[in-house]
């Protein structure tokens, strides 16, 4: 069963059917939402809005540990997240879907681990490719024959929030090997590991990032709206054969 974890611009999965909700409670407190189960194109699912419905928690309140933990606990066996993104490398503007392969991590004062406490062992993951292969080959050839365009690689770098960042920032960013901006693919990408879940993300492009592109003086509220809302209609054909394979992959 694939759970979709849903971010700005998708805190709705449309298309889902025979739904049902339901609150799981873990040891690590509450998650952002109820967890939503269903069908897409088919396919059995679980869906979690990222900042809950409503969209009332920021970045840096949603309670990662809780919603992968809640995901696992449901026994889902595999992740994909999607998210808004800042482009910085300039064949990233705004509509552009990416499929990253990499992470900065640029976040600070999250609980971003489960190994730590006196009653748990130091355990170093691995996460030289912090999105899972086979899963980010999926996606990509999920969107080929879905008939949408994706970029196949890119690094995601990871900022606090909520608010966005300086243009100063973005250079340096940019200076760091970052080709997109966003403000929530760390900690979840690395409880994904520590949980032993494949997790790739599916990156959309809302906006340029401070001072690129037609964010050179300011970034546009407005125009970000206007962008997801017209984006997310591809996302959801991504996502719809994805769970179909998904489907058709478990035994």
Not at 61 to 66: D, G, H, L, T
Not at 191 to 206: F, I, K, N, Q, T
């Amino acid at each position: 069963m694939l759970a979709i974890i849903g971010g700005s611009g998708l805190a709705r999965l449309a298309g889902l059917t025979n739904t049902r909700r339901e609150v799981v409670r873990t040891p690590y407190g509450d998650p952002s939402c109820a967890l939503t189960f269903g069908e897409l194109d088919n396919s059995p699912i679980v869906f979690l809005a990222r900042h809950g419905y409503g969209h009332t928690l920021a970045p840096h309140e949603i309670n990662y540990r809780a919603n992968l933990w809640a995901l696992r606990q449901v026994g889902v066996s595999a992740v994909l997240a999607v998210a808004s993104v800042g482009g910085i490398r300039a064949d990233c503007g705004p509509g552009t879907l990416v499929v990253p392969d990499q992470i900065v991590d640029y976040t600070w004062g999250r609980n971003h681990s489960y190994f730590e406490g006196t009653d748990q062992p130091v355990i170093h993951i691995d996460f030289t490719h912090p999105y899972d292969v086979a899963l980010r080959a999926r996606l990509v050839g999920a969107a080929a024959r879905a008939g949408e365009a994706v970029i196949d690689g890119a690094t995601y770098g990871c900022t606090q929030g909520p608010r966005l960042e300086t243009a100063a920032e973005i250079r340096r960013m940019e200076r760091d090997g970052c080709d997109l901006v966003g403000m929530t693919g760390m900690p979840e990408a690395a409880l994904a590991r520590e949980l032993s879940l494949p997790y790739a993300s599916l990156a959309v492009v809302a906006n340029f990032a401070a001072g690129k592109g037609d964010s050179l003086s300011v970034v546009s509220l407005d125009a970000i709206e206007h962008v997801l809302a017209g984006a997310m209609a591809r996302v959801l054909k991504i996502l719809a054969v994805t769970a179909s394979e998904q489907g058709a992959n478990t035994p």
